[in-house]
């Protein structure tokens, strides 16, 4: 794809994450809400399946981009016409447990990646109850709103911010031995995760971040828009079929944290 076309494919990507805000801010701390429960243990409500509706429908009205195939977390596989090398990716709701517990650090997560590579190549990171929305497309930088986005540029883990999953999370991985490791080796450790943290890494304010065991709808959005604000992104196989541990941040420190944590694997 050329500059003009990844330009139309971001411009859909935000106008669909858009789309999609009303219905979610509707439900957000609304105590009607209902959580449900899916079979792997992780939550769902109502406005997850609503708002992924939402962002479909608004994809597949695009001239230009509405017959390629959409892989969301809440309805699956959809492979439109056919016949493309593009797909779209859609987290509805990232971090749905924030969004059902009244917390504002959620978002809408919409990606172009190729299929064959995985390689994203366009990005969107929305924020609705912030109102803030991250953007990038290869070549054409990350953005939110006018502001340019630059990553960290610390060198070194002892000088770093790391958002760091809780210890239970690694244990639940099989991975105490990283933890350990990890939080004993950075400066400082913060638990932003989810797009929200992402979004900081982003913009410089968070140094790393390292999650584990995510789906493809977790991070490729964000995979796009940290690169294209200089960090460095790994996706390294989390042990479980379809999910993936997601590194991210200042290069020399994503460089040096994988040496540290896979390398010993």
């Not at 593009?86 to 447990?97: N, Q, S």
């Not at 997601?246 to 994503?254: H, N, Q």
Request: charged fraction near 25%.
């Amino acid at each position: 794809m050329d500059a003009s076309e990844l330009r139309a494919a971001l411009d859909v990507a935000v106008a669909a994450a858009l789309e999609a805000q009303a219905g979610v801010l509707a439900s957000f701390r609304d105590a009607r809400l209902a959580v449900d429960t899916k079979g792997d243990g992780t939550i769902v409500t109502a406005a997850d399946r609503e708002a992924e509706a939402t962002i479909r429908r608004a994809l597949r009205a695009s001239q230009r981009f509405g017959a390629i195939a959409i892989v969301g977390e809440e309805q699956g596989l959809d492979e439109g016409a056919g016949g493309n090398d593009l797909r779209w990716v859609i987290d509805p709701i990232d971090g749905t447990l924030a969004f059902a517990r009244g917390n504002p650090l959620f978002g809408t997560l919409i990606a172009l990646e190729e299929r064959e590579t995985g390689r994203a190549l366009v990005g969107v990171v929305h924020l609705p109850a912030l109102g803030e929305t991250y953007r990038a497309a290869r070549g054409l930088g990350a953005w939110c709103g006018d502001e340019r986005l630059r990553a960290s540029s610390c060198e070194r883990l002892a000088d770093a911010t790391a958002s760091i999953e809780s210890l239970a999370t690694f244990r639940r991985n099989g991975r105490v031995d990283a933890h350990q490791a990890l939080v004993g080796a950075c400066g400082r450790t913060t638990g932003n995760n989810d797009c929200f943290g992402h979004a900081l890494v982003a913009r410089g304010a968070l140094d790393m971040s390292l999650e584990l065991g995510l789906a493809v709808w977790d991070l490729r959005a964000s995979q796009v828009l940290v690169e294209e604000a200089g960090g460095a992104t790994r996706v390294l196989p989390a042990g479980r079929e379809g999910r993936w541990d997601f590194l991210i941040g200042a290069p020399r420190l994503v460089e040096a944290a994988a040496e540290l944590i896979y390398a010993r694997k």
